[in-house]
């Protein structure tokens, strides 16, 4: 990129946005008094938003979260849940839904050989998200990252939880919560400088719209361009965020909104290979196994409606709707690995290009409230859910397909080739869409004065069929062809609880929950489909909220049982053919959760959580998920110095991983054939240290110095196969932001 053009933009974009920012909030030189006037003005600005807002709050702790169909205080939720508030992502500097999992407690992020990026919890992949409390799907292979400018926190619930999200894995469910517009004018602005020409600039503004303050909105913007430490690699974000919020009466809110988020790069997507013996290549951590021609674009629309109606303060009625678009698509070279050893060229490059993506849509219709019998005290969630996920995988003929001559390790960076030219779509590539729907409801009775109990299911349904579209050579659809398609109907998810109040501040708790995975696309004995696959969590745990509630304390145990993954019966040949298959054992993972969140004492906030788990294959007894490490703590704690130094604000934290290892079987092209040969990569423990500091230069701006793997520690933040996937995590990085509220 050229830098020159780089500079202009990057200043055009702050001139621009500090210029709007200051045109709606000017800023005056204060004296103390005005300051302190100004400080009281502040602290009245409310969020119309629900309770469990942690925005303003400056808190890394909060009493609520919205991810069980809340607000819910997270004592009396029987599962582990933990929140990353808007302060704990403004103060790590964490910018996007990845960067934010990395922190997270208990959860594993790793990115595949195409670039995609999974999170797991408790040895399993987490496939259900929520925005808003609204679930979605996403049936292509990857999922967006999402910009974290326009949420206010993201809640993460670990282990099964098919009670609201219907479909998915025992590993855990997400809920990025929007934010929403304020009952008074405020807005805000940052801009960013940080290591590899990383520049960012974000705007947001907000408050009432007109008609005495019954029409509020928000809007917020993100411009970012960067490039990698690997080279050649670079990208671009554009990121749009608007929402309206009318009182239509006292008691209803009707709230509607739109975001848009687009990247546009040369992001590298294949990770690196191993040698043919699964020994690491050791690259230099800035080469990247890419061309300046590769390139890869991802956009996300959203628009989402929403209508809350209060009958009273017990009883709530919410219809809301959601609409989701992501779509990407990629040129890029594939290497192919394992390297040989001798001669360090690749197997057999290939260069493709596909788009690819998820539309979903989603509408969602609740009742909550609480009502008193026979002298005791229930709440009550009852609902029922629609949604429909189409994934999209149309491939393209690339001319040249073959490359010329043989290259290697040792091309890179730096590798010249002709840029191929993508021609027309190749023909026969599907496109798969999956509906959901169920009823759900959920009761929480007081058993006793201390003693509750909860009861719940969802009773759902779930259809998946696959389209093949064909084209010819131009390019032109000439059939489209609908896969029979499969369902699972009938299927009841239950959902169980105790909990006992131990006093006003501790709660105990034990509870059984389950989430179902279809797989009626399997043939079995007698020419019937597979079960779904179940996962089952029990767990029992203690919650306290401490200092007033201005600190959380979570310990839990777990044990989830995953069964009836469909396999090959291996005495029939593997024809290809959908029968006939057999459930497999059971997948059994167990462990312990502790954490710590919020103010230690007055100034000191912290963010703690150590995870153990053991997962396995009950049938061989070999590791589920090496990826998950036995072993893993994350802190993170800020602290505000007083008297002389009372302007600064130091912190710090830290990751440990214990040894982390991947094996198994993978794809190899040799001579035009596909083979599936065995591999094992390790890696041993390692510890990633980051550092923080912050100065309020006056009430309203301040600077943030963010410091990342500050010893620059060299290590694979995922361990791939030996055809790839293999990524080094990122070496020391240093960003400086500048803050303005007002």
């Known amino acids: 990129m050229n830098n020159r053009h780089h500079l202009s933009r990057y200043t055009l974009g702050v001139s621009a946005l500090a210029l709007a920012v200051a045109m709606i909030a000017p800023v005056r030189h204060a004296s103390a008094q005005d300051s302190a006037a100004a400080q009281v003005v502040l602290d009245q600005v409310t969020l119309n938003a629900d309770a469990a807002t942690t925005e303003g709050t400056g808190s890394y702790a909060t009493q609520k979260a919205s991810i069980t169909r809340g607000p819910e205080t997270l004592k009396d939720v029987p599962q582990t849940v933990s929140v990353m508030t808007q302060q704990v992502l403004q103060d790590q500097n964490l910018t996007t839904m990845s960067d934010a999992m990395r922190k997270a407690p208990g959860i594993v992020v790793t990115q595949g050989e195409g670039g995609e990026t999974s999170f797991y ?57 929007r934010k929403r517009p304020t009952d008074q004018l405020r807005s805000s602005f940052a801009s960013s400088v940080g290591s590899w020409n990383n520049h960012r600039v974000e705007a947001d503004i907000g408050g009432p719209l007109g008609l005495d303050g019954r029409l509020r909105g928000r809007m917020v913007g993100v411009w970012q361009d960067r490039d990698f430490f690997y080279k050649p690699s670079e990208e671009e974000k554009h990121v749009l965020y608007g929402v309206l919020e009318y009182d239509l009466t006292p008691s209803t809110l009707l709230t509607g909104g739109v975001a848009y988020q687009h990247l546009q790069g040369n992001r590298w997507q294949s990770g690196l290979p191993t040698y043919t013996d699964g020994s690491q ?61 001798a001669t360090g060229s690749f197997g057999q490059p290939t260069m493709f290009s596909e788009n690819n993506g998820n539309h979903s849509d989603v509408v969602d219709l609740n009742l909550t409230g609480r009502f008193d019998a026979w002298g005791r005290d229930y709440n009550l969630v009852v609902g029922a859910d629609w949604r429909r996920s189409y994934g999209k995988q149309i491939r393209y003929n690339v001319s040249p397909n073959s490359l010329p001559g043989d290259f290697g390790i040792g091309d890179f960076p730096g590798l ?46 779930y259809d998946f069929s ?19 398609g499969w369902s699972d109907t009938g299927i009841f998810t239950p959902y169980a609880a105790l909990s006992y109040e131990l006093t006003p501040d501790w709660t105990a708790y034990g509870s059984v929950t389950e989430i179902f995975k279809p797989q009626a696309n399997l043939i079995g004995a007698g020419n019937t489909p597979l079960d779904p696959i179940t996962g089952r969590n029990y767990e029992l745990g203690i919650k306290g909220e401490v200092m007033d509630g201005a600190l959380n304390v979570a310990a839990a145990v777990y044990h989830i049982k995953r069964k009836g993954e469909g396999f090959r019966d291996p005495s029939l040949p593997d024809d290809g053919s959908p029968c006939c298959y057999l459930p497999s054992g059971e997948i059994t993972s167990r462990g312990i ?11 000191w906030q912290i963010m703690a959580a150590y995870s153990y788990n053991h997962n396995k294959n009950d049938a061989d007894g070999v ?6 490490p036995k072993h893993m703590f994350k802190l993170w704690t800020d602290y505000d110095l007083t008297g002389a130094w009372s302007k600064w604000t130091l912190g710090g934290g830290v990751t440990v ?27 041993g423990g390692y510890a990633i240290w980051d550092a923080h500091a912050k100065y309020r230069i006056d009430d309203q701006w301040s600077l943030d110095l963010n410091v990342n793997n500050l010893f620059d520690k060299t290590y694979y933040s995922t361990i791939g196969t030996p055809g790839g996937g293999n990524w080094y995590g990122e070496p020391r990085s240093a960003s400086l932001t500048l803050r303005g509220t007002f």
Do not use: C
């Open 623 to 628: 590791a589920y998920h090496e990826l998950t």
């Open 416 to 461: 010249v080739l002709p840029e191929p030219e993508v021609t027309t779509r190749d023909h026969g590539w599907p496109a798969w869409g999956a509906k959901q729907m169920g009823i759900y409801g959920k009761l929480d009775m007081e058993v006793t004065d201390r003693l509750k109990a909860t009861v719940g299911g969802r009773y759902g349904r």
């Open 281 to 341: 290549i050791g690259l230099p951590r800035d080469v990247a196994l890419t061309v300046d021609w590769a390139r890869r674009n991802e956009t996300i629309r959203e628009t989402y409606l929403s209508l809350e109606h209060d009958f009273n303060s017990d009883w709530r009625l919410k219809a809301s709707a959601m609409r989701q678009r992501f779509d990407y698509d990629y040129l890029r070279l594939n290497t192919n690995g394992p390297v040989d050893p």
């Open 593 to 603: 959760d502790l954490e710590v969140s919020g103010e230690v004492q007055p100034g």
């Open 466 to 484: 696959t389209i093949y579209e064909f084209y010819d050579a131009d390019g032109n659809l000439l059939t489209r062809n609908t896969d029979g």
């Open 121 to 177: 919890a408790r040895g399993f992949q987490i496939k259900n998200y929520q925005v808003d409390g609204l679930g979605t799907s996403y049936d292509s292979t990857y999922t967006p990252d999402f910009e974290m400018a326009i949420y206010d926190r993201l809640e993460i619930l670990r282990g099964a939880e098919g009670l609201f999200s219907g479909a998915g894995e025992p590993g855990g469910t997400l809920n990025l919560v």
């Open 657 to 683: 991983k214990s040894a982390q290892a991947n094996s198994g079987t993978y794809w190899l092209r040799v001579d035009d054939q596909w083979t599936r040969p065995e591999f094992q990569i390790r890696q």
